[in-house]
């Protein structure tokens, strides 16, 4: 099964579209995570009608800001298990940002957790308390991935304001005392910067794939090919 996640940090440019179509066609993935598209759900329905995907689930943005969405194929099996503070399928808040998915492959179910960034430290917190709590119930092989806006290790962060080792935040606590490590990754360290120039430039490793020691069981191989969007967008 291949995953793709990427902040397209908003799907109505030729140039984003274009660059998905690339993703898509380079990768093949089974499964498209797309977080802040900043676009209505009419949008985001034609765009993935065009991709030729099978079905997909779309929280649609509100005004200008957020919007996140999922695509999957017809050898996927999909089923939203649950979504924080769900009003209506076609018209949700969007308050923790958090998707929960359960899917088949081959005989074994497996948990795929979509998450984009909270950016309100007390937003944070509330966010990673509610995929804590949602933790309790995974009990398969299970995936978190997304735009986490988390630096695990002081290395993640090139330039100024080195991030300190010093101590852990209470999210990197919540992924510890959950069960869940890091993927690994191949290819570019960073997948964000402040595309500055010089002294002043700053690149970080903020969107990750995050695993449970059952997922690692599973798939010892799986890693994530990253491609910074920073070069791209």
């Given amino acids: 099964m291949k995953l793709l996640s990427c902040n397209v940090q908003g799907i109505g440019t030729p140039l984003t579209k274009d660059h998905l179509q690339y993703l898509c066609q380079l990768y ?4 498209v995570f797309l ?9 985001m329905d034609l765009f993935f009608k065009k991709s030729k995907f099978h079905d997909w689930f779309i929280i649609p943005s509100v005004g200008i800001a957020k919007g996140l969405a999922i695509a999957w194929h017809n050898i996927i099996d999909m089923k939203l298990v649950c979504l924080h503070n ?7 808040s969007t308050k923790y940002n958090v998707c929960h998915f359960e899917t088949s492959l081959g005989d074994e179910k497996i948990f795929i957790t979509c998450v984009y960034r909270a950016i309100d430290t007390d937003e944070k917190i509330r966010q990673w308390n ?3 709590e949602m933790a309790q ?16 290790d002081p290395d993640e962060k090139q330039g100024e304001n080195k991030a300190s080792s010093s101590s852990k935040t209470i999210i990197i606590q919540t992924i510890d005392f959950i069960g869940l ?8 360290p960073f997948t964000w910067s402040n ?26 191989d799986a890693k994530e090919p990253v491609i910074s969007s920073y070069q791209f967008f």
């Fill in 86 to 92: 769900n009003i209506d399928m076609k018209l949700v």
């Fill in 181 to 188: 490590q890091d993927a690994g990754y191949e290819g570019a």
């Fill in 130 to 132: 509610y995929i804590s």
């Fill in 35 to 43: 977080a802040e598209t900043k676009a209505p759900l009419s949008r």
């Fill in 195 to 220: 595309n500055r120039k010089g002294e002043v430039n700053i690149c970080e490793r903020i969107d990750r794939a995050l695993t449970s020691f059952l997922w690692s069981q599973k798939f010892p």
């Fill in 28 to 31: 093949n993935p089974d499964i």
């Fill in 137 to 152: 119930q995974v009990n398969k092989p299970w995936a978190l991935i997304g735009d986490l806006n988390i630096i695990l």
